[in-house]
């Protein structure tokens, strides 16, 4: 009983103010607390998911400050002051984002797990990179494992997205 | 699963190494966590407490300072493979850190963290020895400068005292005339066997000066010397044909295991093949330099 009591008292908690899904949020953790636990327990983004937990398969990827990382590895209170950005948060008003619709459209997916992290990873890439060649996709994507698909639609689709949004930037 | 513990935020390397000193066993520095977490989640080790080290200020720079390019411990190797700097001054180090694990890994792992847990499959350990870097470890009390060579010393075992950090990695400017290179084989996560090479060569053709390091075959990255003196004074083209000697002795002081990476005697051929392309890659690049 006392030994319990010591230890609910040593509990620690550290305040994490952070943007998830470009929604300002304000929340506490402890300092175990992994990000992926937090995102989908406490706001419900379940399209972040866990399948090898050692930062092989990039199911788990999530943006912060733009670049993918691995939730399951990653403690949440790392996320203060900082942009997490899931899956869910990247069609805006309604409207896919090109990179989910070429992912539709080029049969990028089968069963769909590894898709959100997928399609993440490539969005962080077009960012920095808005024409990267065939060699610089397989490179940056080589750290997301897919067991269904194939690679090849998947490559088809990033570079159809990326396509697109060169296009509509050029429009603008 | 992550067992509860509590987390220190020190601001300078003097309150951290005070912690490790206080707190012994029960606490280990926290950089990126990459490697650090996921022992922590397997169970493999348990810690009451984290010293995050990412407040300290200054540790995650890279400079220029006269002929030494200066690398804090904590950049991870996203920001080393995009640093302005080492992409002009160390063209072969921001090679190897674009080809470190995985983007995520690389946005998150430390240079620092890398070393110190001193896992066998790793790059930067065999890169930093052929370019001749000095790390330097820093506790409340004292300074000091620890060649490459002499930080590891077994599999995930280096010479940093209990309360020492590593607070910078000193790599001197490549001479003018010189050139490096890092290749590393593998079909797992991480690489199997990686080779590292420097030659410098006198006004003429002669190699002056060579170093060779090999890794991820044996328990630590090792300098070998003996393979090195194979080609030091040597033309070009001596060098060349004398590769297959250095590339077997390079091989034998591997201590290559035999495992999931491949069997022994395996490894070691692969070390060959790589000082091999390696000496290519480095000749290539000397004399298309000439031609321009
Ligand atoms: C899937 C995967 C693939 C990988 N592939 C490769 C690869 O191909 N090549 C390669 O080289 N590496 C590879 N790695 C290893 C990767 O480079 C390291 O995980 C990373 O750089 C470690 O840095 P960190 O900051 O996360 O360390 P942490 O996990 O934070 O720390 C690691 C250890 O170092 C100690 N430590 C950290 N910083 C300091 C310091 N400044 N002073 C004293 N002690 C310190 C910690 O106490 C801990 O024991 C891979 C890792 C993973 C998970
Ligand atoms: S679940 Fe995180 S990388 Fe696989
Ligand atoms: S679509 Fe099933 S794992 Fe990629």
Known sequence: MAEGRLKAEQRQFIPVTFTLNGKPQEIQVEPHELLIDVIRNRFGFTGTKRSCDVQVCGACTVLVDGRPLSSCTFLAFEARGRDVLTIEGLAQNGKLHPLQQAFIEHGGFQCGFCTPGMILAAKSLLDQNANPTRQEIIHFMDGNICRCTGYKKILESIQAAAKTLRQRGSRV | ?292
């Open chain 2, 1 to 292: 699963m992550l067992r509860r513990f509590r987390l220190e935020e020190p601001e300078s390397v003097k309150e951290a190494s005070e912690l490790l000193a206080r707190h012994g066993e029960a606490a280990r520095i926290y950089a990126g966590g990459t490697e650090l977490l996921l022992a922590m989640k397997e169970g493999l080790v348990q810690y009451e407490r984290l010293i995050n080290v990412k407040k300290i200020p200054g540790l995650d720079q890279v400079k220029l300072e006269n002929s030494t390019i200066r690398i804090g411990a904590l950049p991870t190797h996203t920001n080393l493979e995009e640093d302005p700097v080492l992409k002009q001054k160390l063209p072969a180090f921001v090679q190897m850190e674009h080809n470190v694990a995985n983007v995520r890994v690389r946005a998150v792992g430390t240079l620092g963290g890398n070393l110190c847990f001193a896992e066998p499959h790793a790059d930067p350990g065999t890169v930093l020895m052929v370019l001749g870097a000095k790390l330097v470890a820093e506790k409340a009390s004292a300074k000091r400068e620890i060649p490459a060579e002499q930080f590891f010393v077994d599999a995930y075992e280096t010479c940093l005292e209990a309360d020492e950090l590593l607070t910078d990695i000193r790599i001197p400017a490549m001479p003018e005339r010189a050139g490096a290179a890092y290749l590393k084989f593998g079909y797992l996560e991480r690489p199997s066997v990686g080779v590292g090479l420097f030659i410098d060569w006198d006004q003429g053709d002669t190699i002056a000066d060579a170093r060779i390091a090999v890794g991820c075959a044996g328990p630590r990255p090792k300098r070998v010397a003996e393979a090195e003196e194979l080609l030091k004074r040597k033309s070009t083209k001596e060098a060349a044909s004398a590769l297959a000697r250095a590339g077997e002795v390079a091989a034998r002081a591997a201590d290559a295991i035999g495992d999931l990476h491949g069997s022994a005697e395996y490894k070691e051929h692969i070390v060959g093949v790589l000082l091999k392309r390696a000496f290519q890659q480095i000749s290539q690049q000397r004399s298309s330099k000439s031609q321009r």
